[in-house]
């Protein structure tokens, strides 16, 4: 991104938001990241907004270089009702008002980076979606009819940035899949647990299709969106070459040396879920998803492929 420049985080406190500004920082970055806390570590600075009503935070907006907005509900849940509601109104409701901040500015940003995701494309098997090509989802007959709500969720999020007022303000949607880290709490770092366990095997005959995209990609990636003044609207944050959860599974277990993982059925999935209270959606929907826009532009990954992403991963959880 060149000299430096101010960023705006608003749910910059999570896995993402972390790796995000660690990495802008370190390269100089003014990051400010808005949340429900108070105080911070290191550089970044934290500043507290409610997510859903303009108030003294709107200021960081005003004046700064780009905004990338993480703000949303934990979807590391049960799919309750409440849990559910929760997740769409935190969504819409901070992408809402972020907008209304950045039509208020009398300076507003150049570019607005949306975190969206990858679950809003349909679960399949069958081809890979891209932006230009990929099939929204919510009415496949072979998935469990509260999924859609999970759809429902996404489009409403793009929807709600899409149709903000903000004429001088590029605006990307990223339909982010699961994003590979060693920092614990991350989802390689959950993964690599259960494969060290030696209960790494296969889900539900493990055909789904698992879209990821290293970390290391997922920073290259967001700083080539904000300096792309000529990319706007949804783009897939996925590595070009996903592939069926066994596949994904056995590549962390062999990196980690373990030879055997213990498959589990579907059942036994949805008991492991309610236990650790989580949802089977996070598994068993097929997510095969890739980068079209991103490639086209002539991005180039760093980790295209699982196996060698996951002897990356695993390299780095052992430092």
């Not at 062999?254 to 879920?273: D, H, K, N, Q, Y």
Request: proline share 6%; net charge neutral.
């Amino acid at each position: 991104m060149g000299e430096s420049k101010k960023i705006v985080i608003p749910g910059g406190s999570g896995h993402i938001g972390t790796i995000l500004s660690r990495s802008l920082v370190s390269r100089g970055h003014e990051v400010v990241v808005l949340g429900r806390g108070r105080g911070g570590a290191g550089d970044v600075r934290h500043v507290q907004w409610d997510g859903c009503a303009l108030g003294a935070w709107a200021a960081e907006i005003d004046g700064c270089d780009a905004v990338i907005n993480l703000a949303g509900r934990s979807v590391s849940c049960r799919y309750t009702k409440t849990n559910l509601t929760e997740m769409m109104s935190s969504r819409v409701d901070s992408a809402r008002v972020i907008g209304e901040a950045i039509a208020k500015a009398a300076s507003p940003p150049r570019v607005w980076l949306q975190m969206s995701t990858a679950t809003i494309y349909a679960h399949r098997y069958d081809a890979p979606n891209d932006e230009a090509t990929g099939v929204i989802g919510g009415h496949e007959p072979d998935a469990p009819a509260y999924w859609r709500f999970s759809v429902d969720i996404a489009t409403a999020w793009e929807a709600a940035q899409r149709e903000a007022p903000t004429p001088d303000t590029r605006k990307v949607a990223l339909r982010t899949a699961m994003v590979m880290a060693p920092d614990r709490g991350g989802a390689f770092n959950h993964l690599s647990r259960i494969a060290r366990l030696g209960v790494g095997g296969p889900v539900a005959g493990g055909g789904q299709y698992m879209s990821w995209i290293h970390d290391v990609d997922m920073i290259r990636a967001v700083d080539f969106l904000l300096a792309r003044d000529d990319i706007s609207g949804p783009v897939n944050l996925a590595a070009p070459a996903p592939l069926p959860h066994r596949d994904f599974m056995s590549a962390v277990r062999s990196e980690w040396g373990v030879p055997f993982g213990l498959p589990a059925t579907r059942w036994m999935t949805e008991i492991g879920a309610l236990a650790i209270g989580t949802d089977t959606e996070l598994l068993l929907k097929s997510r095969r998803v890739v980068p079209g826009r991103l490639l086209d532009a002539g991005f180039s990954f760093e980790f295209p492929h699982w196996p060698e992403a996951a002897a990356d991963l695993v390299a780095r959880s052992r430092n």
